[in-house]
Nanobody, 117 residues
Framework: QVQLVESGGGLVQPGGSLRLSCAAS????????FNWYRQAPGEERALVAR???????GYVDSVRGRFIISRDNAKNTVYLQMNSLRPEDTAVYYC???????????WGQGTQVTVSS
């Protein structure tokens, strides 16, 4: 069973930056597609960014140019660098992974990101 553990969330002022980490319990980083989702209060969980096993990346329009998804295969960890944060980025961020492109079967527990002055 693959386990994913997110970290790096917190409170940040508008315009600030945070880096989220998603550590996998098994050596899957190079072979799996990893996704970052987020869920704001009263809203559905939505895809934010994706990195495939072939290192192709994709972003939702609202974060493109501000967020960067990357991986460190040696550490079995995927990152989400979030810059120029806005109040509307406030949400619980979830890491997701699977062997195919698209939503995978494995989820982390989520990490809270709050953007507020």
């Amino acid at each position: 069973q693959v386990q994913l553990v997110e970290s790096g969330g917190g409170l940040v002022q508008p315009g600030g930056s945070l880096r989220l980490s998603c550590a996998a319990s098994q050596n899957i980083a190079r072979d799996y597609t990893f996704n970052w989702y987020r869920q704001a209060p009263g809203e559905e969980r939505a895809l934010v960014a994706r990195i495939t096993a072939g290192d192709n990346t994709g972003y939702v329009d609202s974060v493109r140019g501000r967020f960067i998804i990357s991986r460190d295969n040696a550490k079995n960890t995927v990152y989400l660098q979030m810059n120029s944060l806005r109040p509307e980025d406030t949400a619980v961020y979830y890491c997701n992974a699977g062997p195919l492109i698209g939503v995978g079967p494995y989820w982390g527990q989520g990490t809270q990101v709050t953007v507020s002055s």
